[in-house]
Antibody, heavy 119, light 108 residues
Framework: EVQLVESGGGLVQPGGSLRLSCAAS????????MNWVRQAPGKGLEWVSY????????YYADSVKGRFTISRDNAKNSLYLQMNNLRAEDTAVYYC????????????WGQGTLVTVSS | EIVMTQSPATLSVSPGERATLSCRAS??????LAWYQQKPGQAPRLLIY???TRATGVPARFSGSGSGTEFTLTISSLQSEDFAVYYC??????????FGGGTKVEIK
C-alpha cells in the first residue's frame, strides 16, 4: 500500500524557517517524481515544488522561489522541503504528492502537515 | 502560466441527481487534465486523469470528458459520500502545474 506521511509542520514567526519531511513507503520511491502542494485555510490547491526521481530536475512556484528548497534522499525514501524567510501567506497545509511514472498529475497524496506563520 | 477556471463555484444537488462540473483552461491542455475530490479535513483524491480515465477504485458514476480548453466532470447519480469539493488540474504545459479554484458540491 502506498503511503506518504508528512511531518515537521508547526507555528513559526515571520522570517523564520521550517523543514518539512515526507516519508514514503509501499512503492519504489527512487523511481517516482515527487512534489509539494499546499492549501491555505479555506482556499484551493497550489503547487509548490517538483523534484525528479534522480534529483536532476527541480522546479518551484514563483511564490516560493529563492526561499524554499526541495530535496530527497532515495536511500531513506524521504522527501523534504526547507522553507526559509517564511511569510504569513505561506500559512497552509502542505501535502507531499507523487506523480506516476507517466503523467503530471498526482496519484497519491499524504495527509498533510500544517504550517502556521504568525507572530 | 495556464489559468484553470471552474464553474460553478458551488453546485446544490439532491441525492440521486446528476451533477455536471465545468473546467476551462486559458489555452489548450490537450487531454492532460485531472480531476480530484477533496472532503473536509482530508487530502485530495485522484478521480480522473487524461481527461476521461478513471483512477483505480473510482466508481463508474464519475466520468470525465473534453479536450483542449473545455472539460466536464459528471457524477451520474450523486451519493451521500460524493458531497465534496472538486478540483481540476492541468499538466500539459508546466511548470507551473495549475489547479482550478474548485467546485463545492453541496446537498440541496
Amino acid at each position: 500500500e502506498v503511503q506518504l506521511v508528512e511531518s515537521g509542520g508547526g507555528l513559526v514567526q515571520p522570517g523564520g524557517s521550517l523543514r518539512l519531511s515526507c516519508a514514503a513507503s509501499g512503492f519504489t520511491f527512487s523511481s517516482y517524481e515527487m512534489n509539494w502542494v499546499r492549501q491555505a485555510p479555506g482556499k484551493g490547491l497550489e503547487w509548490v515544488s517538483y523534484i525528479s526521481s534522480s534529483y536532476s530536475t527541480i522546479y518551484y512556484a514563483d511564490s516560493v522561489k529563492g526561499r524554499f528548497t526541495i530535496s530527497r534522499d532515495n536511500a531513506k525514501n524521504s522527501l523534504y522541503l526547507q522553507m526559509n524567510n517564511l511569510r504569513a501567506e505561506d500559512t497552509a497545509v502542505y501535502y507531499c504528492a507523487r506523480i506516476p511514472i507517466v503523467g503530471g498529475y498526482f496519484d497519491y497524496w499524504g495527509q498533510g502537515t500544517l504550517v502556521t506563520v504568525s507572530s | 502560466e495556464i489559468v484553470m477556471t471552474q464553474s460553478p463555484a458551488t453546485l446544490s444537488v439532491s441525492p440521486g441527481e446528476r451533477a455536471t462540473l465545468s473546467c476551462r483552461a486559458s489555452q489548450s491542455v490537450s487531454s492532460n487534465l485531472a480531476w480530484y475530490q477533496q472532503k473536509p479535513g482530508q487530502a485530495p483524491r485522484l478521480l480522473i486523469y487524461g481527461a476521461s480515465t478513471r483512477a483505480t477504485g473510482v466508481p463508474a458514476r464519475f466520468s470525465g470528458s473534453g479536450s483542449g480548453t473545455e472539460f466536464t466532470l459528471t457524477i451520474s447519480s450523486l451519493q451521500s459520500e460524493d458531497f465534496a469539493v472538486y478540483y481540476c488540474q492541468q499538466y500539459n504545459n508546466w511548470p507551473p502545474l495549475t489547479f482550478g479554484g474548485g467546485t463545492k458540491v453541496e446537498i440541496k
